[in-house]
């Protein structure tokens, strides 16, 4: 879903002299951007997450992802910045990272047996020349009717508290579920790069 782009850079032998920037503080984030194969510094931005009130988690998402380049993109106006957010959407309530055991156990009991969609935000901004870009990869999930077993020794095994949804699909979280629908494989995991791979050839950003 292409929502905004404006003015992108033209010229590729200035383009690639530009940093590129993530805006992220998240590991995951960084280990999928590796894969570009393009160097890259990482600034986390500092952005209220807080839900507003009647927001749906595709608004959220959306919001925040572009909050974060935002944010990021001030302060490195030159750069080509990368921001994400990710928020689990349990028919339009919002699940976000749960922070402990306890909301993590809650969390999961939620999504036994029911379809969840994970709305994965991505956003590429560069202040100087104009550009903008923000788009949405969703991703149907259906959980399998875990037991209340299985749900405690996969927390305690892997703790994914910082996690939307507190699943890690790239681990063993991958047996919680039944399927997964969507068309951009990274996007459960944080960073859709089928997108980010063509919003920053967008920016003007090589990547072959």
Known sequence: MGICALTPMTATSTASKRTVVLGSSSRY?????????????????EVDETPQTGESP???????????????SALHPEAVVIGSDQVADLSGQP?????????AVQQLRQMRGQTVV???????????????ALELAEVRVV?????????EAYLQ??????????????????????SIDNDDPTALVG?????TA?????AGVPLL
């Open 29 to 45: 984030r960084r280990e999928l951007l590796e894969r570009l194969r393009i160097p890259f510094v990482v600034v986390a931005p």
């Open 58 to 72: 595709r608004a959220l998402a959306m919001r925040l992802a572009l909050a974060k380049a935002r944010a990021v």
């Open 95 to 103: 699940l976000g990272k749960p922070g402990g055991h306890e909301r």
């Open 118 to 132: 994970f709305q994965t935000a991505l956003a590429v901004v560069c202040q100087s020349t104009g550009f903008e």
């Open 143 to 151: 959980f399998r009717d875990l037991s209340d077993q299985e749900i």
């Open 157 to 178: 095994a892997e703790k994914p508290y910082d996690c939307a949804g507190s699943a890690k699909s790239e681990g063993l979280g991958i047996a919680l579920l039944e």
């Open 191 to 195: 960073l859709p790069l089928i997108r």
């Open 198 to 202: 063509r919003l920053l050839r967008q």
